[in-house]
């Protein structure tokens, strides 16, 4: 005789059905699909975007703020700097009043291709915008920036 599910199949469709977390990851995914196609022939994936915004402010940020902002761990920035600084799109730094302490800077290069991209980024976020009912986007955004 064989021993009962520990876990029924009942209990993985209600998972299936419910589970915020396998609807975040799968709706990341797709969205990090349809970004990455529309930033695509400007050279860069939606992560690569996202940095290089990040780093578009008046002063060079530390690495720890820009992990932050991400909600990346260092490793994984550290990772994703790697193509975009071999590229000439960035570049680390020492800060001028702590010599150890690294910052990101954006170059030229770095803010003329994300100006190239900024056109496709918003036109793709207008489609998105059409596609949901009036005011869902807003309401997704502000759920999401509560949840992280």
Do not use: Y
Not at 24 to 30: H, I, Y
Request: glycine fraction near 4%.
């Amino acid at each position: 005789m064989s021993n009962p599910r520990p876990v029924s199949f009942a209990t993985t469709l209600l998972v299936k059905d419910t589970c915020l977390c396998l609807h975040a990851q799968r709706a990341a995914r797709a969205l990090a699909r349809r970004f990455d196609k529309a930033l695509r022939p400007h050279g860069l994936n939606n992560g690569q975007f996202s940095l290089l915004m990040s780093l578009n402010r008046p002063e060079p940020p530390p690495m720890s703020a820009v992990s932050e902002l991400l909600a990346m761990d260092r490793t994984t920035l550290t990772a994703a700097i790697k193509p975009l600084e071999r590229d000439g799109l960035l570049e680390i730094v020492a800060s001028e009043k702590d010599r150890r302490k690294k910052l990101l800077r954006i170059t030229e290069a770095g803010l003329q291709r994300l100006a190239a991209a900024l056109p496709a980024w918003i036109e793709e976020h207008g489609a998105l915008d059409m596609e949901l009912p009036q005011g869902e986007i807003d309401r997704l955004r502000q759920a999401l920036k509560k949840i992280s």
